[in-house]
């Protein structure tokens, strides 16, 4: 989903059991970050991580800072990103969620505002399926 204001926030999900092996929505969220220091055009220089309740399971958020190589005619400069990120497994649906978004250095309260709200509003799973 992208807004009128040029920022996009993304959804992807999977079965539940194909993140199992790594014990937890904590280890998953860190996963995503440690596959991004992997990549040579970023570099991890800061996380915030932080954990909360979302459609009744226990959700994890990062708040990822990276510097960004980026190329041009005369070397390469470098830019600062910053990536959210919230991981939900749902044992009701067999399901993981991660909620994502890159925000852009003069919309991190606009976005952060539109990521909080859309976490509020999530569902997993039907609200008549017991967890």
Known sequence: M????GYNVSLSWGELEKVRSLNGVDAHADFSVDRVKGKREA?????????????GHRAS???VKLGVARRRVMGKAETVQEVR????????????F????QVGQDLG????????RMIR???????DVKS
Request: proline content about 2%.
């Open 2 to 5: 992208k807004s009128p204001r």
């Open 121 to 127: 509003g999530f569902a997993c799973h039907r609200a």
């Open 98 to 101: 991660v909620l994502y978004g």
């Open 109 to 116: 309260d606009e976005q952060r505002d539109v990521l909080s």
């Open 43 to 55: 570099q991890v220089m800061d996380v915030r991580k932080d954990s909360m309740m979302v459609d």
């Open 61 to 63: 958020f990062r708040d």
């Open 85 to 96: 990120s919230l991981h939900v497994h749902c044992d009701v649906s067999s399901r993981y």
